[in-house]
């Protein structure tokens, strides 16, 4: 079967830095992505990945290996609203997105 | 970048009555849509996935008699939940791609409770 595997909860400080990781099995791969889902809200788009190597947009980062079939999402001068569930989805062969369960980033003061 | 406007973002219902949701792509041309569902603290599921003029895709253990999916243009795709139940209470989002190889853009969602 396919299956995304994340931590259930990670907690950080403000300021500090903290990585995600996000590891796969799937019937193929078309892209890793990442969402970012604040409580009681839908997902908002952070990141895609296809090719291996990291891909840098603001604060935020996201790392791909294919060879590993793993990726990570790496946040830097964390802030209080960052805290939220960071979601990491895979592209099948199929093009459909299959999801992680989330993983809740609490962040301290 | 895309925006995928969700309507209504809450409505409350009673049961045995019908609730319809719409998804709308407002700058893009969607050739899919997705409809999801999620319960408290958990990931997504998806419920189903449509295409622009054909018959939604129900995943297993949807039912497709009580969930009705319409994708009549490439803008705009409906879910009605069918004499809805309490069990039916959620969050449903929906996203939509412009094409297969694409990212999903998602609705602001619709939290849905029975009563």
């Known amino acids: 079967g396919q299956n995304i595997d994340q931590p259930t909860e990670m907690t950080a400080t403000e300021g500090a830095i903290v990585q995600i990781n996000c590891t796969y099995q799937?019937?193929?791969?078309?892209?890793l992505f990442w969402y970012q889902q604040h409580a009681g809200e839908a997902p908002t788009f952070l990141s895609y990945?296809?090719l291996d190597g990291l891909e840098e947009t603001g604060r935020f980062s996201s790392f791909l290996s294919r060879s590993d079939s793993y990726g990570y999402l790496l946040l830097q001068e964390l802030q209080m609203k960052d805290s939220a569930s960071y979601l990491c989805a895979v592209m099948d062969s199929n093009y459909q997105l299959i999801w992680g369960a989330g993983t809740k980033l609490i962040i301290k003061p | 970048g895309a925006v995928v406007s969700q309507h209504p973002s809450r409505v409350i219902c009673k049961s045995g009555t019908s609730v319809k949701i719409e998804c709308r792509s407002l700058d893009f041309q969607a050739t899919t849509m997705f409809w999801y569902r999620q319960f408290p603290k958990q990931s997504l599921m998806l419920m189903a996935t449509s295409n622009e003029g054909s018959k939604a895709t129900y995943e297993q253990g949807v039912e497709k008699d009580k969930f009705l999916i319409n994708h009549a243009s490439l803008t705009l795709s409906t879910l009605t939940v069918t004499s809805a139940h309490p069990e039916d209470s959620s969050f449903y989002i929906c996203?939509?791609?412009?094409?297969?190889?694409?990212?999903?853009?998602f609705g602001q969602g619709t939290r849905l409770t029975v009563v």
């Open positions: 990945n296809v």
């Open positions: 799937t019937s193929g791969f078309n892209g």
């Open positions: 996203s939509a791609k412009r094409g297969p190889d694409t990212e999903a853009f």
